[in-house]
């Protein structure tokens, strides 16, 4: 993983120790900018600034504007990600997605959900056969092949891990055992 989304080359030797801390603050930032043009975030934040729960739902201002952020948002993030070989920007949108076609259909019930999940599976495996055809061949360490067979999610090497957790403890050898005293010593009997 990267964190050049928002760093320049020349800072990445500077921000090494805090890899974790940016990838994380780039994931937050990404979800808190959707979640700003999200449709069903303003409405209910509308809903809770002014009270509308008991007149009725409040209405979103710029319907024209929120129903586009809260489909395409996720798109373009998953374009990004897969363009730019950014593995944050590409899991992020794929989760957005889901929660744009949830936000869809909250509001809209255009078809059956029997035909609304074969549909969105459909679109799912083109697009999934698609990229995988795009990242056949390795591009900047970037593909569809899995590298290691023996390794998870993390890149953790499961037989290393598997012989790490089930060794034994080592022998313990002959420790020197200090002399005895009747007081002080910071200790070093068991009369102290």
């Not at 598997?162 to 020197?176: F, H, M, V, Y």
């Amino acid at each position: 993983m990267s964190i050049t989304f928002f760093l320049s080359a020349g800072s990445k030797l500077k921000f090494v120790h805090y890899q974790h801390c940016l990838l994380f603050l780039q994931t937050g930032s990404l979800l808190t900018l959707y979640l700003a043009g999200n449709y069903y975030v303003v409405q209910q934040l509308g809903n809770e600034l002014y009270g509308y729960t008991s007149i009725g739902p409040y209405k979103v201002p710029y319907p024209i504007f929120f129903w586009p952020w809260t489909i395409l948002v996720p798109f373009i993030y998953t374009g990004l990600g897969i363009y730019k070989k950014n593995v944050i920007l590409l899991r992020t949108g794929l989760v957005l997605i889901a929660i744009a076609a949830i936000t869809f259909k909250n509001y809209y019930h255009v078809l059956p959900i029997e035909v609304t999940l074969v549909l969105i599976g459909l679109f799912t495996l083109a697009g999934s056969y698609l990229t995988i055809r795009y990242l056949k061949t390795p591009r900047n360490g970037f593909t569809s092949r899995e590298l290691q067979q023996d390794t998870i999610a993390g890149g953790i090497n499961m037989e290393s891990l598997i012989i790490a957790t089930t060794q034994l403890d080592a022998p313990k050898g002959t420790e020197t055992r200090f002399g005895g005293g009747d007081f002080g010593g910071g200790g070093s009997s068991s009369t102290f």
